[in-house]
Each structure stands twice: as structure tokens, then as C-alpha cells.
Antibody, heavy 123, light 109 residues
Framework: EVQLVQSGAEVKKPGESLKISCKGS????????IGWVRQMPGKGLEWMGI????????RYSPSFQGQVTISADKSISTTYLQWSSLKASDTAMYYC????????????????WGQGTLVTVSS | EIVMTQSPATLSVSPGERATLSCRAS??????LAWYQQKPGQAPRLLIY???TRATGIPARFSGSGSGTEFTLTISSLQSEDFAVYYC???????????FGQGTKVEIK
């Protein structure tokens, strides 16, 4: 069974750093891209970026480039989303999701999702 | 950036009735369109990919259609568990510049 299990909720202060995780199991972790999606309170879904754990090739949405860092440790089947200096506006639920396999654009949907990590940034 | 516009924002439907949700892209995304369902407090779940293919385990009452810029998600006979928010997403580019619609909330009438 494919599973993406994310780390627990975090409460941080503005200016602090943070790294949240997403651990994959039940499939060949290194062969699937893993993306990150933000959902601010009461709002819709926003695409942040994606990483290929096999070689750590990473692509970012222009809206999030330079704001976050996505990384992976294939030895423990885990991807990460990190901030160096949090802002109150980073308060949101963050989801990781697996991009389906396939070679065509029409096959690049997100087939499995993690349960989400709630990040709260408040002074 | 490709803008995805969903309508209506809220759809009030009685159980057993048909629901029709629309998604429009600001430029053609071919058939690279997925639909997701999100219930309160839960992660999104893939319903439809390739504009019209049901994901594994999705009931046949869910169907998707369209291509290019106009897409539709139809729920033929709403069940209590179908009341949720539905998002469309285009994935027609690489490097990814994927975008979601703002969502349609399907609520009990």
C-alpha cells in the first residue's frame, strides 16, 4: 500500500527556521517525483514545487522560488520542505503528494497525498 | 501562468440529485486535467485524471469530460459522502507550472 506520512503539527515564531518531512512507503521511492502543496486557512490549493528523490532534481513554482527549500534523503525515503525564516503568512497546511508515473504531461497528476502538516507561525 | 476558474463557487444539491461542476483554463491544457475531492480536515483525494479517467476505487457516479479549456465533473446521484470541496488542476507543462482552480463546494440543499 502506497503511503505518504508527514511529520506532526508545528508552532513557531516569526523568524524561526523549520523543516517538515514526508516519508514514502509501499513503492519505489526513488522513482517517483514528490511535490508539495500549500493550503492557507480556508483557502484553496497552491503548487509549491517538486523533487525527484532519485537524483534530487528539484523544480519550484515561481511563487515559492527562494522562499522555501525542498530536499530529499533517499536512504530513508523522506522528502523535506524547509524555511530559513518563517513569516506569519507561512501559516498553512502543507501537503506532500506523489506524481504518478508516466512519460506524458497527461500522466503528471498527483495520485497519493500525505495527511498534511499544519504549520502555525505566531508571535 | 495558466489560470483555472471553477464555477460555481458553491453548489447546493439534494442527495440523489445530479451535480455538474465546471472548470475553465485560460489557455489549452489538452487533456492534462485532474479533479480532486477534499473533505473537511482531510487531504485531497484524486478522483479523475486525464480529464475523464476515474482513479482507482472511485465510484462510477463520478465522471469527467472535456479537453482544451473547458472541463466538467459530473456526480450523477449525490451521496451523503460526496458533499465536499472539489478542485481541478492542470498539469500540462514541464518544468511544472501547475495550477489549481479555487474550488467548488458541494453542499447539502
Amino acid at each position: 500500500e502506497v503511503q505518504l506520512v508527514q511529520s506532526g503539527a508545528e508552532v513557531k515564531k516569526p523568524g524561526e527556521s523549520l523543516k517538515i518531512s514526508c516519508k514514502g512507503s509501499g513503492y519505489s521511492f526513488t522513482n517517483y517525483w514528490i511535490g508539495w502543496v500549500r493550503q492557507m486557512p480556508g483557502k484553496g490549493l497552491e503548487w509549491m514545487g517538486i523533487i525527484y528523490p532519485g537524483d534530487s532534481d528539484t523544480r519550484y513554482s515561481p511563487s515559492f522560488q527562494g522562499q522555501v527549500t525542498i530536499s530529499a534523503d533517499k536512504s530513508i525515503s523522506t522528502t523535506y520542505l524547509q524555511w530559513s525564516s518563517l513569516k506569519a503568512s507561512d501559516t498553512a497546511m502543507y501537503y506532500c503528494a506523489r506524481r504518478s508515473s508516466g512519460s506524458y504531461l497527461s500522466e503528471y497528476y498527483l495520485d497519493y497525498w500525505g495527511q498534511g502538516t499544519l504549520v502555525t507561525v505566531s508571535s | 501562468e495558466i489560470v483555472m476558474t471553477q464555477s460555481p463557487a458553491t453548489l447546493s444539491v439534494s442527495p440523489g440529485e445530479r451535480a455538474t461542476l465546471s472548470c475553465r483554463a485560460s489557455q489549452s491544457v489538452s487533456s492534462s486535467l485532474a479533479w480532486y475531492q477534499q473533505k473537511p480536515g482531510q487531504a485531497p483525494r484524486l478522483l479523475i485524471y486525464g480529464a475523464s479517467t476515474r482513479a482507482t476505487g472511485i465510484p462510477a457516479r463520478f465522471s469527467g469530460s472535456g479537453s482544451g479549456t473547458e472541463f466538467t465533473l459530473t456526480i450523477s446521484s449525490l451521496q451523503s459522502e460526496d458533499f465536499a470541496v472539489y478542485y481541478c488542476q492542470q498539469h500540462n507543462n514541464w518544468p511544472p507550472r501547475w495550477t489549481f482552480g479555487q474550488g467548488t463546494k458541494v453542499e447539502i440543499k
